[in-house]
C-alpha cells in the first residue's frame, strides 16, 4: 500500500509559478513510477507529467511541454512537479499516483492516488 499527500496549490496570475509536492510513504519509493494528472471542472482526467522509477526517463503532455518539470527526491520520497508560464487552461485539481514497476501516461496502470490539490490560474 502506498499513501500520496500532494501539496503547493493555490491561486497564481497567468505567467507565474507553482511547485506541487507529492510526499510519499508505505512502500520502496525508487520502485514507483511517479505521474502527475489533472482534472478541469466538468473535465476527464488527464495526463500531465511522469517520471520512471530509475529517474531515467520523464514524459509530458503536449500542452504542458516546455513548462512544466517532472522530478523527483528519493531520499525525501517526494516527487515534484515545478510549473511555469501557468495559463488560465492549466486550471484543475493536480492529482499525484504512483505505478509499480509501470511507465505509463495512461491513468488506469496507476495503482494508487493522491487527494488532490488545486490549481487556480486567473487570467
Known amino acids: 500500500q502506498v499513501q500520496l499527500v500532494e501539496s503547493g496549490g493555490g491561486l497564481v496570475q497567468a505567467g507565474g509559478s507553482l511547485r506541487l509536492s507529492c510526499a510519499a510513504s508505505g512502500r520502496t519509493f525508487s520502485r514507483l513510477s511517479m505521474g502527475w494528472f489533472r482534472q478541469g471542472s466538468g473535465k476527464e482526467r488527464e495526463f500531465v507529467a511522469t517520471?520512471?522509477?530509475?529517474?531515467?526517463?520523464?514524459m509530458y503532455a503536449d500542452s504542458v511541454k516546455g513548462r512544466f518539470t517532472i522530478s523527483r527526491d528519493n531520499a525525501r520520497n517526494t516527487v515534484y512537479l515545478q510549473m511555469n508560464s501557468l495559463k488560465p487552461e492549466d486550471t484543475a485539481v493536480y492529482y499525484c499516483?504512483?505505478?509499480?514497476?509501470?511507465?505509463?501516461?495512461?491513468?488506469?496502470?496507476?495503482?494508487?492516488w493522491g487527494q488532490g490539490t488545486q490549481v487556480t490560474v486567473s487570467s
Open positions: 517520471m520512471h522509477w530509475s529517474g531515467s526517463s520523464t
Open positions: 499516483a504512483a505505478a509499480s514497476r509501470v511507465y505509463s501516461s495512461t491513468p488506469r496502470e496507476y495503482d494508487y
